[in-house]
């Protein structure tokens, strides 16, 4: 993707998703190549792009028209930057929170069950490492830590449908980083349970890494029920 393709599209996409070009809007390429100052050929990319996200279709004649929230792809990991970007990022966060809630506790079961030696051993490491960096107020450390660590669990699980979904938890993760919903330090206690989950994983102990996870999801969907 080029860096004018990639430019339009953090500028313009956050804009579609805010509603300040409202549905049932319609632009063209000409618009866009004199509002972003970018080549036909380069608009016309960015559409292909917005298309695929469902949240613009474009029609010859009738121009590239913009679709209600309906018909967008909310499990996109730009539409989801975009959404947490804007005023409901907290409601987001929380429709968010809630699929993890479904989806990791039952990854990290069949991680304990489906996962090699290497990613045992990797997860064991990785949860170490967070307890270093979360213990120091390493915000930034932790978060890279944090996401390689869902991220491995969801690949360990087995279950393809769960691995797809590592781009959805890695923005979730980064935005209440990014947006100030994190403790200045990541509580004593959900990094003790990244602990737990990880030795339940090498051990192969599927419904204590359950249990565990699902204390961290339900501890994130309640942190975020009192953010402001």
């Known amino acids: 993707m080029s860096t ?3 430019t339009v599209l953090a500028e313009l996409g956050p804009r579609i998703v805010r509603g300040d070009l409202p549905v049932g809007a319609v632009i063209t390429l000409e618009w866009l190549g004199e509002a972003y100052g970018v080549s036909r050929t380069v608009a016309r990319e960015v559409v292909q792009v917005l298309v695929s996200m469902g949240l613009v279709e474009s029609r010859r004649r009738t121009g590239v028209r913009i679709l209600p929230h309906e018909r967008w792809d909310d499990f996109d ?10 005023a409901d990022r907290v409601a987001h966060l929380h429709q968010l929170a809630e699929l993890r809630a479904a989806v990791e506790p039952a990854s990290a079961a069949l991680a304990a069950l489906h996962a090699d030696d290497a990613q045992r051993s990797e997860i064991v490491r990785i949860a170490e490492d967070m307890e270093d960096s979360g ?15 869902h991220r491995l669990l969801l690949r360990a699980s087995g279950n393809v449908m769960f691995a797809r979904l590592g781009d959805v938890v890695e923005e979730v993760l980064r935005g209440r980083t990014d947006h100030d919903l994190m403790p200045p330090e990541p ?7 990244h602990q737990v989950v990880a030795e339940a994983v090498a051990g192969g102990e599927a419904e204590v890494a359950r249990f565990a ?14 953010a402001p």
């Open 187 to 193: 509580k004593r206690e959900a990094r003790r349970l």
């Open 135 to 149: 213990a120091a107020g390493d915000l930034r450390t932790f978060l890279e830590q944090d996401v390689a660590f």
């Open 4 to 6: 004018a393709h990639s």
């Open 77 to 86: 990991p730009a539409v989801i930057r975009w959404r947490l970007g804007g």
């Open 213 to 226: 996870m699902t204390a961290i999801c339900a501890e994130v969907v309640s942190d975020l029920g009192h």
